[in-house]
């Protein structure tokens, strides 16, 4: 008998490119994606699907994105920093999500394009994935352990996006 394992992908949401930053990983959210984080996550919170653990990218509209989705959404997740999200492939994510405790059966990352839609492209076997800022993604797997986790043994289960729940 599997257990489901459930993988919810979260883009940051729509970052200032005229605010003043001295790098990108220092870029801060613009004020449609302060709206947008917040969207999120209340939607996540009313859907009774919050993860047991949280990923996070070090770069500050990640950080921000996930800060504003989880206290408007007041969700208790644990949260994880981790450096490794801000510039990585797919392959190398899949091998972070390998590493985890099966102890969460449900894990959140949250980080940057193009390595989400290529990350949700390779673990449900292929498909061009438009991944827009502040979009969420669950894919599920059934599995005994996160260290099965493998290109194209997980199911899509829905892909939403802040646009269509002002």
Not at 45 to 62: F, N, W
Not at 106 to 119: A, N
Request: proline share 3%; net charge positive; charged share 20%.
């Amino acid at each position: 008998m599997y257990i489901v394992k459930s993988l919810i992908v979260f883009r940051h949401a729509k970052s200032d490119w005229d605010a003043d930053y001295s790098s990108d990983h220092d870029r801060p959210l613009a004020r449609r994606g302060v709206k947008a984080a917040k969207t999120m996550g209340l939607l996540l919170a009313k859907s009774g699907k919050l993860p047991d653990l949280i990923l996070c990218s070090t770069a500050t509209r990640a950080r921000q994105t996930l800060e504003l989705a989880y206290h408007h959404g007041n969700w208790n997740s644990k949260i994880q920093y981790s450096e490794q999200l801000y510039d990585s492939t797919a392959g190398e994510i899949i091998s972070l999500l390998q590493q985890m405790q099966n102890s969460s059966h449900s894990i959140m990352v949250v980080g940057h394009e193009p390595t989400w839609s290529q990350l949700i492209s390779q673990l449900i076997g292929g498909g061009n994935i438009r991944f827009p800022t502040a979009a969420m993604a669950r894919i599920d797997f059934y599995l005994n352990d996160w260290a099965s986790i493998n290109a194209g043994n997980g199911q899509l289960r829905w892909l939403l996006q802040p646009r269509f729940f002002k």
